[in-house]
Structures are given as structure tokens and as C-alpha cells.
């Protein structure tokens, strides 16, 4: 995960992806608590300001900054490379 001062829109596009991913596998899997996923959805919710921002919508500080522990994010990783192996 980088530091958010270093979000581009690209990253930000394929954060989105990633996490989105994660939820959409665990409707299916159910690896996730109910806090995991409010977690993930709060950094969805910050991402989707950092795209605001940059499209002049959002002031900077109006952008929330959220991002999931590094715990939650290794569980993110290992869905998505659960999906991968599964295709």
C-alpha cells in the first residue's frame, strides 16, 4: 500500500478494483467479518474522494484518508491471489 500522498489516478482506479474484487469474492466466500468489510468500504469512500479531488469536485481537505490496517490488506492480497490461482 503506498502512503496516500503518493495516490495517483491510476492507482487509485486499480485500488478501487482490487478492493471491490475482495468484496464481490467474499459475498461468494465469506472470509471477511463484518468489520473487515466496513473497513474496506471506508477506504473505498476515501479513494473515491481522492478521485473528486482530482477531478476538482472535492477541496484537499475535504478528501477523507482512510486505509485498511496492514493486517486486513495482507487478507486482501491473498483473496486476490486466491481469484488468480482459481481462473
Known amino acids: 500500500m503506498k502512503a496516500f500522498e503518493y495516490y495517483s489516478?491510476?492507482?487509485?482506479?486499480?485500488?478501487?478494483?482490487t478492493l471491490f474484487t475482495a468484496?464481490?469474492?467474499d459475498t461468494?466466500?465469506?472470509?471477511?467479518?463484518?468489520?473487515?468489510?466496513?473497513l474496506i468500504n471506508q477506504e473505498r469512500g476515501s479513494l473515491f474522494?481522492?478521485?473528486n479531488f482530482f477531478t476538482g469536485e472535492l477541496d484537499q481537505k475535504d478528501v477523507r484518508r482512510l486505509q485498511?490496517?496492514?493486517?486486513?490488506?495482507?487478507?486482501?492480497v491473498a483473496?486476490?491471489?486466491n481469484i488468480e490461482l482459481g481462473s
Open 9 to 17: 489516478p491510476i492507482y487509485i482506479a486499480e485500488r478501487l478494483d
Open 23 to 25: 468484496l464481490q469474492y
Open 28 to 38: 461468494l466466500e465469506n472470509e471477511l467479518t463484518v468489520c473487515e468489510r466496513i
Open 49 to 51: 474522494d481522492s478521485q
Open 68 to 76: 485498511v490496517p496492514e493486517e486486513l490488506n495482507k487478507k486482501i
Open 79 to 81: 483473496i486476490i491471489k
